[in-house]
């Protein structure tokens, strides 16, 4: 047998299958295998399936390509979608609960308003000075003197320094401890559970008369007695 | 059967290359290779979109969110210290210099140097007796109008423990608890009982202050 495709042997066609006439549809020859019952009649004029290519596996077509294509799309599409909108949501959500608000390159109290503070205090009966970055707030009631220093970034707070002095033989009074207490509390203003904290804390070591230092949230909370008349408290965020 | 070759004239030989008869070809088929491009590309640009998505959700959701909070601080809890603390509450320098010191016992009063007192200056009275006692005892009142008296603190030579002395702690307790009437007798008493110690007590909003050196008792607002 020769081997197939050699130019030396064309190919022959099957048994009983005759030379197509050239240029014209192959009429039904007399003599075709007759079509399996059901199957519908090929209509005339259709060209017959590509011989060599199983069904089915057709590369591609331009259209079959589209929709494939469409579908990456949608599909990138709807990750974008919900990984932004999950992302929006959780980092906002962490955002809007944050303890801290930058400020410049410091941490602020968030969206406490340094003037909202001046003007309260102000209003309470002290005398407050600004100079530059510096809000500070003085009274004086008998033996004692209590001084508020707000160190203001962008109209927030970023630091608060406290001083009661007092007169020789004057322990700290409870008005004198509200008053640290009231500053402490200012961060979680919001939050009446941590507030108490650190109003416990703050009663804590004015009773231990210790210097203390402790970070609570997004601040550094320093309470020392740098002289036997004094106390001095500072409330500041941590560095971003 | 046999297979169609290529059409006559073609010189392959009628193997795809490099795949000797008998192997299976090295090429996949046309149709998994398709579907691996497609599935490789579609998961490709869902992780593009995915860092995308997030990088850009997450930098917005941070950036464009305020925190809570409210813009005002919390309300002041009552004994938070009050401007009007600074003063004794009630007394007024006619109270002390006329009622008291002028009118009861012909004490005499002349202003002095004022003080400065968180960046405002306070008046300051000075009253003595008159004739030969005049350097045994004086009171000061400091005062920033009538009805704003922040101190009045009284100075006895006499000697500590000395009857005169005794006499003008108890009588100034007395005078600065006049708008505290339930409290004048305990204030008065105590003055009289502790004017020779440094101690100090806290009767109603006032601070009484006793002191050696010199020999004083002084009235001012507690806190």
Same mark, same amino acid.
């Given at each position: 047998?020769?081997?197939?495709?050699?130019?030396?042997n064309p190919p022959t066609?099957?048994?009983?299958?005759?030379p197509?006439p050239p240029?014209g @549809?192959p009429?039904?020859?007399a003599?075709?295998?007759?079509?399996?019952?059901?199957?519908?009649?090929?209509?005339?004029?259709?060209?017959? *399936?590509p011989v060599g290519? $199983?069904?089915?596996?057709?590369p591609a077509?331009?259209?079959?390509?589209?929709k494939?294509?469409?579908v990456?799309v949608?599909?990138? @599409?709807?990750?974008l979608?919900?990984a932004?909108i999950?992302?929006y949501v959780?980092s906002?959500?962490y955002?809007?609960?944050?303890?801290?608000q930058s400020?410049?390159i410091?941490?602020?109290? $968030?969206?406490?308003?340094a003037e909202s503070v001046?003007t309260?205090?102000?209003d309470?009966?002290?005398t #407050?000075?600004?100079d530059?970055?510096?809000?500070?707030?003085?009274?004086?009631i008998?033996a004692?003197?209590?001084?508020?220093?707000l160190q +203001?970034s962008?109209?927030?707070i970023?630091?608060i320094?406290?001083?009661?002095?007092?007169?020789?033989?004057a322990?700290?009074?409870p008005?004198?401890v509200?008053?640290? =207490?009231?500053?402490?509390a200012l961060p979680y203003?919001?939050?009446?559970?941590l507030?108490?904290?650190?109003e416990?804390?703050?009663?804590?070591?004015v009773?231990?008369? =210790?210097?203390?230092?402790a +970070?609570?949230g997004?601040?550094?909370?320093?309470?020392?007695?740098?002289e *036997?008349?004094?106390v001095?408290f500072?409330i500041?965020?941590?560095?971003? | 059967?046999?297979?169609?070759?290529?059409?006559p004239g073609h010189?392959?030989?009628?193997?795809?290359?490099?795949?000797?008869?008998?192997?299976? *070809?090295?090429?996949r $088929?046309p149709?998994?290779?398709g579907k691996?491009?497609f599935v490789?590309?579609t998961?490709?640009?869902?992780?593009?979109?995915?860092?995308?998505g997030?990088?850009?959700?997450?930098?917005a959701?941070?950036?464009?969110?305020?925190?809570?909070?409210?813009?005002?601080?919390?309300?002041f809890?009552?004994?938070? *210290?009050?401007?009007d603390?600074?003063?004794?509450r009630?007394?007024?320098? =006619?109270?002390v210099v006329?009622e008291?010191? =002028?009118?009861?016992?012909d004490?005499? #009063?002349?202003?002095r140097? $004022?003080?400065?007192?968180n960046?405002?200056n306070?008046?300051?009275?000075?009253?003595?007796?008159p004739?030969?006692a005049s350097?045994?005892?004086? @009171?000061t009142?400091?005062?920033?109008?009538?009805?704003?008296v922040?101190?009045?603190?009284?100075? #006895?030579?006499?000697? @500590?423990?000395?009857?005169?002395c005794?006499?003008?702690?108890?009588?100034?307790?007395?005078t600065?608890?006049?708008?505290?009437?339930?409290l004048?007798?305990?204030?008065?008493?105590?003055?009289?009982?502790?004017?020779g110690?440094?101690?100090f007590?806290?009767?109603?909003?006032i601070?009484?202050?006793?002191?050696?050196?010199p020999n004083?008792?002084?009235?001012?607002p507690?806190?």
């Amino acid at each position: 047998m020769s081997e197939p495709g050699h130019p030396a042997n064309p190919p022959t066609p099957p048994a009983g299958w005759p030379p197509p006439p050239p240029g014209g @549809v192959p009429p039904q020859p007399a003599g075709f295998p007759a079509q399996p019952a059901g199957f519908p009649p090929q209509p005339a004029g259709f060209p017959p *399936p590509p011989v060599g290519f $199983p069904p089915g596996s057709a590369p591609a077509s331009a259209s079959g390509g589209g929709k494939r294509w469409l579908v990456t799309v949608a599909v990138a @599409v709807v990750v974008l979608l919900a990984a932004g909108i999950t992302s929006y949501v959780v980092s906002s959500s962490y955002a809007r609960t944050a303890v801290s608000q930058s400020c410049d390159i410091y941490k602020c109290i $968030p969206r406490l308003k340094a003037e909202s503070v001046v003007t309260a205090l102000k209003d309470r009966g002290y005398t #407050c000075t600004t100079d530059a970055n510096h809000e500070t707030c003085e009274l004086q009631i008998g033996a004692f003197y209590f001084d508020a220093s707000l160190q +203001v970034s962008e109209g927030l707070i970023t630091r608060i320094n406290l001083r009661v002095y007092r007169e020789a033989s004057a322990p700290l009074t409870p008005g004198s401890v509200a008053f640290l =207490k009231w500053f402490g509390a200012l961060p979680y203003r919001d939050d009446p559970v941590l507030a108490a904290e650190i109003e416990a804390w703050v009663d804590q070591q004015v009773e231990a008369t =210790k210097d203390a230092k402790a +970070v609570i949230g997004d601040y550094e909370y320093s309470l020392t007695n740098p002289e *036997p008349h004094s106390v001095l408290f500072e409330i500041k965020g941590t560095y971003s | 059967m046999t297979v169609p070759g290529p059409y006559p004239g073609h010189p392959a030989p009628g193997f795809p290359p490099h795949a000797p008869m008998g192997q299976p *070809p090295v090429a996949r $088929p046309p149709r998994e290779r398709g579907k691996a491009g497609f599935v490789l590309a579609t998961v490709g640009a869902a992780v593009v979109a995915l860092l995308c998505g997030g990088a850009v959700g997450g930098g917005a959701g941070f950036f464009t969110t305020e925190p809570e909070g409210s813009e005002t601080a919390q309300p002041f809890p009552d004994n938070f *210290p009050h401007g009007d603390q600074q003063y004794l509450r009630g007394v007024t320098v =006619k109270l002390v210099v006329d009622e008291w010191l =002028k009118k009861a016992n012909d004490w005499e #009063c002349e202003s002095r140097e $004022p003080r400065e007192i968180n960046g405002r200056n306070a008046d300051v009275m000075w009253c003595n007796p008159p004739g030969d006692a005049s350097s045994d005892m004086h @009171v000061t009142i400091v005062y920033e109008a009538d009805d704003k008296v922040r101190e009045v603190d009284a100075t #006895c030579w006499e000697g @500590v423990g000395a009857k005169p002395c005794e006499a003008l702690f108890s009588t100034m307790a007395d005078t600065v608890f006049v708008p505290q009437e339930s409290l004048r007798g305990k204030a008065a008493d105590w003055a009289a009982k502790n004017g020779g110690t440094e101690r100090f007590t806290v009767i109603g909003d006032i601070r009484l202050e006793a002191n050696l050196d010199p020999n004083g008792m002084r009235a001012i607002p507690a806190v």
